[in-house]
């Protein structure tokens, strides 16, 4: 989350309190976090989240909607600050990976409570998560066009890259023995294997 120390007063309340929801919700899941652990933890009362938010489920599509924004824009800036497929893969599997260790906490509650979004909400999550998922479908495809990649199923190998990536989110605890560099380089290699790609 950002640091609100610059930010006016009542946008870093609510950066204090969408803090405060991520460490509720990473301990005790959507469902079993109430207004007040939120309040709580930010330091205010129950009362004080609603002139800021109006529900525990407008926290959570602010803090899926931030996840995969940030998702979507790390894919798109790899891919086009790159010079081919390869290059490409490269970058976004790195920044891909290092995103979902550092920010491992918020990225398994955006991944893992999704199914708590209202319909509207949920609704424009997977579209972002539509967006993402193209992106990196079409980046396969191209590198099989441009024969830098083989392998006969570029969704599938698409679906297998995205996946990866993800369940880092799951597994991943910053006490661990791997960094996440050290997992974004195994994991690069991992995805190179995935397409195909030439050496």
Excluded: Q
Excluded at 123 to 138: L, N, S
């Amino acid at each position: 989350m950002p640091d609100t120390s610059d930010l006016p007063r009542a946008d870093a309340t609510r950066a204090r309190l969408l803090k405060a929801a991520v460490t509720a919700f990473a301990e005790k899941g959507f469902h079993g976090t109430t207004t007040r652990d939120i309040a709580t933890a930010a330091g205010m009362s129950p009362a004080a989240l609603y002139v800021h938010h109006r529900s525990k489920e407008e926290l959570l599509f602010l803090i899926s909607k931030s996840g995969h924004d940030r998702t979507l824009r790390l894919v798109r800036e790899g891919i086009a600050e790159s010079t081919g497929p390869v290059e490409a893969l490269r970058r976004v599997v790195r920044d891909f990976v290092v995103h979902h260790a550092r920010d491992n906490t918020g990225a398994r509650i955006v991944n893992y409570e999704l199914s708590a979004l209202s319909p509207g909400h949920m609704a424009e999550i997977r579209e972002i998560r539509r967006t993402v998922d193209g992106e990196i479908r079409a980046l396969v495809e191209r590198g099989v066009a441009e024969g830098v990649f083989d392998t006969p199923h570029p969704k599938i190998a698409a679906t297998a890259l995205l996946s990866l990536g993800i369940d880092i989110a799951r597994w991943y605890r910053t006490a661990g023995e791997w960094t996440p560099e050290d997992i974004a380089t195994g994991y690069v290699e991992l995805a190179l294997r995935i397409v195909g790609a030439r050496p």
